[in-house]
């Protein structure tokens, strides 16, 4: 049985006031064609569908046909939850319609999946946070315990966890009694869900940035050791680099975003994953890499003509520009970059302070009057940028200001 799993799509996201939705549906069709080529028999969406709780008609529209083509008409089930982007009333408003294309959506942590029967595969039953998925294709079923996100106070009251219990104790004996019950070693075993987990003791994981993080209570992660040990591959979704945090034997998985969302992903490269799995074996895990997207990349120059070179060679990126210069950039000089490279996201002036003491002493030593105030400016102008002088424009505007009556 072939598993593609992927994460974190953030349909509908900018850079900045910059739209991202042309390289969303090249991506969106990179992912529909791997799982074609693949021949996967289920794809498992984990979370963070939107970018936020009131996506745009564009990334409503590229959402579901997305998942139309992933489902092959309701012949491949596709499984997608919320994350802590998505708002759940909006993933699960679609269900009915969209489960007559095979297509599972759970927007809430404790949901249960209405039971499902098709020419290609059935859902013979359910129960809070767990399904079965039974295949014609197949003698064996694909068993999978899902948790979209949730905040604290929604999971108490979802799991009816005791108040003073933590939420790792709370999904720890949820995942464990539904493991019990029903992930023998007669069925391929899955965990998917939205949640930020960690190696108990290890190192703590970055989120990304400007990603929205994810707090749940005075449990800022959940551990990795809760997972039942009956599951044999675990999807995860929210952080937006690919990482197995579990073992080659048994992978805890983070996918990765589609396409890099922040200058914090620069030169981050991405990947859906692809799992081979059967009763009572060991998970093959394939990462395929993506190739849509411009890419996101931080360069620092120290001259506009290196930086024009630069962006003029480089057309098809989103940039964040530092310009390490010895006086202030000029209005005109902005300008130029920007006509010349329409993805400059962040242009960041940046002043080379020069070791010089003696402006701090001229500043201290001046007296104050109205006729030497232009060279007190220039002296404080100095003191304050590291020995810089004010330019001619800065200047102009000072007496500008002093001529206001």
Known sequence: MKILHTADWHLGKKIDRFSRIEE??????????????????????????????????????????????????????????????????????????????????????????????????????????????????????????????????????????????SINQILSEKWSALAEEFCDTKGVNILTAHLFMNPRGGEVLEEPEGERPIKIGNADMICTDIIPPQIQYTA?????GFKNIGSKEKPIVYASSPLCYSFSEAGQQKYVVIIEAEPNRKIKLEKISLKNGKALVRKTFDSINKAINWLEENPDTWVELTIEMEQFLKKEEQNQLYNVHQGIVYLIPKLKYKDDTKYTHQLVQQDINFENVISLFENYFKYKNGGIAPNKEILELFNEILTIE
């Open 24 to 165: 969303q549906c090249l991506v969106m069709e990179e992912i529909v064609q791997i799982a074609d080529q693949h021949k996967v028999d289920a794809v498992i969406i984990a979370g963070d569908l939107f970018d936020n709780f009131t996506p745009n008609i564009e990334a409503i529209e590229l959402f579901y046909k997305t998942l139309k083509r992933l489902s092959l008409g309701g012949v491949r089930p596709v499984i997608a939850i919320a994350g802590n982007h998505d708002a759940p009333k909006l993933i699960d408003a679609p269900d009915p319609l969209a489960r007559e294309c095979g297509i599972i959506l759970i927007g809430y942590p404790n949901a249960i999946v209405k039971n499902t029967d098709s020419s290609y595969f059935r859902i013979p039953f359910s129960k809070e946070g767990f399904f079965e998925i039974t295949f014609s294709q197949y003698n064996y079923p694909l068993r999978i315990i899902h948790t979209p996100y949730a905040n604290e106070s929604r999971m108490r009251e979802e799991f009816k966890g005791d108040k003073q219990e």
């Open 236 to 240: 995860l979704g929210h952080l937006h």
